[in-house]
Protein backbone atom coordinates (compact mmCIF):
# COMPACT_ATOMS: atom_id res chain seq x y z
CA UNK A 1 0.00 0.00 0.00
CA UNK A 2 1.81 3.57 -0.75
CA UNK A 3 1.92 5.67 2.38
CA UNK A 4 -0.35 8.53 2.65
CA UNK A 5 0.25 11.54 4.29
CA UNK A 6 -1.98 14.40 5.88
CA UNK A 7 -1.03 17.71 4.35
CA UNK A 8 1.57 20.04 6.00
CA UNK A 9 -0.75 22.97 5.98
CA UNK A 10 -4.23 21.79 7.05
CA UNK A 11 -5.84 18.31 7.71
CA UNK A 12 -7.52 16.74 4.44
CA UNK A 13 -10.94 16.28 5.82
CA UNK A 14 -12.22 15.77 2.37
CA UNK A 15 -10.35 12.82 1.93
CA UNK A 16 -11.12 10.78 5.14
CA UNK A 17 -13.55 8.49 4.07
CA UNK A 18 -12.85 8.25 0.42
CA UNK A 19 -12.11 4.30 -0.86
CA UNK A 20 -8.57 6.54 -1.88
CA UNK A 21 -7.93 8.16 1.51
CA UNK A 22 -9.48 6.45 4.30
CA UNK A 23 -6.27 4.71 5.59
CA UNK A 24 -3.92 7.53 5.92
CA UNK A 25 -0.96 5.42 7.03
CA UNK A 26 1.99 6.87 8.98
CA UNK A 27 5.38 6.11 10.28
CA UNK A 28 6.52 6.96 13.91
CA UNK A 29 7.84 10.57 13.67
CA UNK A 30 6.21 11.43 10.68
CA UNK A 31 5.11 14.99 9.95
CA UNK A 32 1.19 15.43 10.06
CA UNK A 33 -0.20 18.90 9.71
CA UNK A 34 0.53 22.38 11.09
CA UNK A 35 -0.68 22.95 14.67
CA UNK A 36 -3.31 25.50 14.72
CA UNK A 37 -6.21 26.78 17.28
CA UNK A 38 -8.79 24.40 15.67
CA UNK A 39 -6.28 21.00 15.63
CA UNK A 40 -5.72 19.34 18.83
CA UNK A 41 -3.46 16.31 19.73
CA UNK A 42 -4.84 13.01 20.04
CA UNK A 43 -3.44 9.61 21.25
CA UNK A 44 -0.57 8.54 19.39
CA UNK A 45 0.51 12.27 18.31
CA UNK A 46 2.99 15.00 19.75
CA UNK A 47 3.55 18.26 18.97
CA UNK A 48 6.90 20.12 18.66
CA UNK A 49 7.59 23.06 16.97
CA UNK A 50 4.56 23.88 15.56
CA UNK A 51 3.74 20.40 13.68
CA UNK A 52 1.94 17.80 14.93
CA UNK A 53 3.73 14.00 14.36
CA UNK A 54 3.19 10.96 14.53
CA UNK A 55 4.57 9.27 17.62
CA UNK A 56 3.43 5.23 16.43
CA UNK A 57 2.93 3.89 13.20
CA UNK A 58 -0.55 3.33 12.03
CA UNK A 59 -4.06 4.96 10.68
CA UNK A 60 -4.24 8.26 11.25
CA UNK A 61 -7.78 9.41 12.51
CA UNK A 62 -9.12 12.64 12.11
CA UNK A 63 -12.17 13.33 14.40
CA UNK A 64 -14.37 16.34 13.38
CA UNK A 65 -17.45 15.54 16.01
CA UNK A 66 -16.81 18.96 17.62
CA UNK A 67 -17.84 22.24 16.41
CA UNK A 68 -15.18 24.35 15.79
CA UNK A 69 -11.94 21.72 16.37
CA UNK A 70 -10.81 18.45 14.93
CA UNK A 71 -8.50 15.77 16.98
CA UNK A 72 -6.13 13.90 15.32
CA UNK A 73 -4.88 10.73 16.18
CA UNK A 74 -3.09 7.45 15.15
CA UNK A 75 -4.30 3.93 15.76
CA UNK A 76 -3.12 0.45 14.85
CA UNK A 77 -6.27 -1.36 13.59
CA UNK A 78 -6.76 -4.74 14.72
CA UNK A 79 -6.27 -3.42 18.55
CA UNK A 80 -8.35 -4.76 21.21
CA UNK A 81 -11.39 -2.25 22.06
CA UNK A 82 -11.50 -0.59 25.28
CA UNK A 83 -14.64 0.90 26.24
CA UNK A 84 -14.67 2.86 29.44
CA UNK A 85 -17.57 1.70 32.40
CA UNK A 86 -18.99 3.98 35.30
CA UNK A 87 -16.78 4.38 37.99
CA UNK A 88 -14.00 3.96 35.73
CA UNK A 89 -10.83 6.62 35.88
CA UNK A 90 -10.26 8.32 32.99
CA UNK A 91 -7.49 10.63 31.50
CA UNK A 92 -8.63 13.32 28.95
CA UNK A 93 -7.40 16.52 27.00
CA UNK A 94 -9.93 19.61 27.04
CA UNK A 95 -10.82 20.29 24.00
CA UNK A 96 -13.39 23.14 24.19
CA UNK A 97 -14.81 25.20 27.45
CA UNK A 98 -18.13 27.02 27.60
CA UNK A 99 -19.71 28.27 30.72
CA UNK A 100 -22.23 25.31 31.08
CA UNK A 101 -19.64 22.52 30.05
CA UNK A 102 -15.99 21.13 28.84
CA UNK A 103 -15.88 19.20 26.14
CA UNK A 104 -12.72 16.46 26.15
CA UNK A 105 -11.03 13.76 24.23
CA UNK A 106 -10.92 10.42 26.43
CA UNK A 107 -7.10 9.08 25.64
CA UNK A 108 -6.88 6.39 28.47
CA UNK A 109 -9.14 4.17 30.63
CA UNK A 110 -7.59 3.31 34.00
CA UNK A 111 -3.61 2.86 33.25
CA UNK A 112 -4.47 1.63 29.42
CA UNK A 113 -3.72 4.03 26.58
CA UNK A 114 -6.25 3.80 23.81
CA UNK A 115 -5.55 3.50 20.47
CA UNK A 116 -8.54 6.35 19.73
CA UNK A 117 -10.32 8.51 21.67
CA UNK A 118 -13.49 9.09 23.47
CA UNK A 119 -15.67 12.39 23.40
CA UNK A 120 -16.43 13.23 27.33
CA UNK A 121 -18.18 15.62 28.59
CA UNK A 122 -18.21 17.67 31.95
CA UNK A 123 -21.02 19.50 33.09
CA UNK A 124 -20.61 22.64 35.38
CA UNK A 125 -22.53 20.78 38.19
CA UNK A 126 -19.56 18.08 37.96
CA UNK A 127 -16.86 20.03 38.63
CA UNK A 128 -17.01 19.91 42.49
CA UNK A 129 -18.48 18.11 45.34
CA UNK A 130 -19.24 21.54 46.92
CA UNK A 131 -20.40 25.45 45.84
CA UNK A 132 -21.87 23.81 42.48
CA UNK A 133 -24.03 26.93 41.86
CA UNK A 134 -20.44 28.95 42.43
CA UNK A 135 -18.34 26.85 39.88
CA UNK A 136 -16.89 28.97 36.82
CA UNK A 137 -15.59 26.65 34.42
CA UNK A 138 -13.46 29.41 33.25
CA UNK A 139 -11.07 29.29 36.12
CA UNK A 140 -10.97 25.59 36.31
CA UNK A 141 -10.18 24.40 33.04
CA UNK A 142 -8.45 25.66 29.44
CA UNK A 143 -8.31 23.85 26.34
CA UNK A 144 -5.33 21.96 25.90
CA UNK A 145 -5.42 21.12 29.87
CA UNK A 146 -5.01 17.12 30.77
CA UNK A 147 -6.92 15.81 33.55
CA UNK A 148 -7.98 12.73 35.36
CA UNK A 149 -12.24 12.24 35.58
CA UNK A 150 -14.46 9.45 36.61
CA UNK A 151 -16.63 8.18 34.52
CA UNK A 152 -20.38 8.84 35.26
CA UNK A 153 -22.41 7.22 32.35
CA UNK A 154 -22.57 6.52 28.94
CA UNK A 155 -24.36 9.33 26.78
CA UNK A 156 -24.02 7.51 23.16
CA UNK A 157 -21.93 5.27 20.98
CA UNK A 158 -18.31 6.98 21.78
CA UNK A 159 -19.17 9.58 24.16
CA UNK A 160 -19.05 9.55 27.80
CA UNK A 161 -20.57 12.02 30.85
CA UNK A 162 -17.83 11.91 33.18
CA UNK A 163 -16.90 14.17 36.60
CA UNK A 164 -13.83 15.87 38.47
CA UNK A 165 -16.27 16.10 42.01
CA UNK A 166 -13.97 14.83 43.68
CA UNK A 167 -9.93 15.88 45.09
CA UNK A 168 -8.18 13.50 43.23
CA UNK A 169 -9.90 14.48 40.25
CA UNK A 170 -9.22 17.70 38.00
CA UNK A 171 -6.11 19.01 36.34
CA UNK A 172 -2.95 17.32 36.39
CA UNK A 173 -1.29 18.98 33.13
CA UNK A 174 -1.47 22.24 31.56
CA UNK A 175 0.45 25.26 30.26
CA UNK A 176 0.12 28.80 30.94
CA UNK A 177 -1.49 30.43 27.42
CA UNK A 178 1.14 32.62 26.98
CA UNK A 179 3.58 29.05 26.77
CA UNK A 180 0.73 26.74 25.16
CA UNK A 181 3.34 26.23 22.29
CA UNK A 182 6.79 26.49 24.07
CA UNK A 183 5.10 23.13 26.16
CA UNK A 184 6.33 24.26 29.39
CA UNK A 185 3.80 22.42 31.86
CA UNK A 186 2.90 24.85 34.87
CA UNK A 187 3.31 23.70 38.50
CA UNK A 188 0.32 23.31 41.41
CA UNK A 189 0.79 26.12 43.89
CA UNK A 190 -2.32 25.13 45.71
CA UNK A 191 -6.03 23.44 44.65
CA UNK A 192 -7.03 25.91 42.97
CA UNK A 193 -4.09 27.61 41.00
CA UNK A 194 -0.78 26.47 38.80
CA UNK A 195 2.44 28.54 37.83
CA UNK A 196 4.38 28.40 34.70
CA UNK A 197 7.98 28.01 36.35
CA UNK A 198 9.23 30.05 33.35
CA UNK A 199 7.10 33.30 33.24
CA UNK A 200 5.76 32.98 37.08
CA UNK A 201 2.67 33.62 34.99
CA UNK A 202 -0.22 32.34 37.17
CA UNK A 203 -3.78 31.09 36.15
CA UNK A 204 -6.54 29.61 37.85
CA UNK A 205 -7.28 25.78 37.99
CA UNK A 206 -9.29 22.94 39.69
CA UNK A 207 -6.09 21.23 40.41
CA UNK A 208 -5.93 17.06 40.94
CA UNK A 209 -4.46 16.13 44.38
CA UNK A 210 -2.74 13.08 42.01
CA UNK A 211 -2.67 9.70 43.94
CA UNK A 212 -2.25 6.34 42.21
CA UNK A 213 -5.28 5.20 40.14
CA UNK A 214 -5.45 2.19 42.52
CA UNK A 215 -6.18 4.29 45.85
CA UNK A 216 -8.79 6.39 43.98
CA UNK A 217 -10.40 3.77 42.88
CA UNK A 218 -10.62 2.15 46.26
CA UNK A 219 -11.80 5.35 47.72
CA UNK A 220 -15.03 5.39 45.90
CA UNK A 221 -15.56 1.46 46.07
Not at 17 to 22: L, R, S, T, V
Not at 34 to 51: D, F, K, V
Not at 150 to 159: A, D, H, I, M, P
Not at 189 to 208: D, F, H, I, N, Y
Request: glycine share 8%; with cysteine.
Amino acid sequence: MQMKTVDENRIMVDHVGEEDGANLMCLPGERLCRTEGSILLGSGTYEQNGYIFASKSGIVNIDNSGDNYQVVSVYKPGSHIIIPTTGDIVTARVLLTTSRFVKCAIFCVRDVQLESSYRGLLRREDVRETEKDRVDIYKCFKPGDVILARVLNQLEQQSFLITTAENELGVVTACASDMRRIGIPMVPVGWGEMQCPQSSVKEPRKVAKVLPESTISKSKS
